[in-house]
Nanobody, 110 residues
């Protein structure tokens, strides 16, 4: 099971910290990724992190603004989002091994 939290309404330039709590399986061995889906658009990958947190990758449109991290001991993956823009408005999901959470809404608006 994957459960996202931390979404909300924020002004442009603001920050949010999303969390993904993982349970029911030994997630620590696997890559975890964050995706998002804006209204009327397809899912798009944002960032991913390898099993020990030593390697990360980001989509170009979030590089320098978002940071993905994980704490395997706590079965948690975090997405720190800074300098948010209106175009970041979307439902954000964490995913691994084909499993998805329910998503958390992020709205960036003044």
């Amino acid at each position: 099971q994957l459960v996202e939290s931390g979404g909300g309404l924020v002004q442009p330039g603001g920050s949010l910290r999303l969390s993904c709590a993982l349970s029911g399986f030994t997630w620590e061995h696997y890559i975890i990724a964050w995706f998002r889906q804006a209204p009327g658009k397809a899912h798009e990958g944002i960032a991913c992190i390898n099993n020990n947190g030593g390697s990360t990758e980001y989509a170009d449109f979030v590089k320098g603004r978002f940071t993905i991290s994980r704490e395997n001991a706590k079965n948690t993956v975090t997405l720190q989002m800074n300098n948010l823009k209106p175009e970041d408005t979307a439902v954000y999901y964490c995913s691994t091994l084909g499993y998805w959470g329910q998503g958390t809404q992020v709205t960036v608006s003044s």
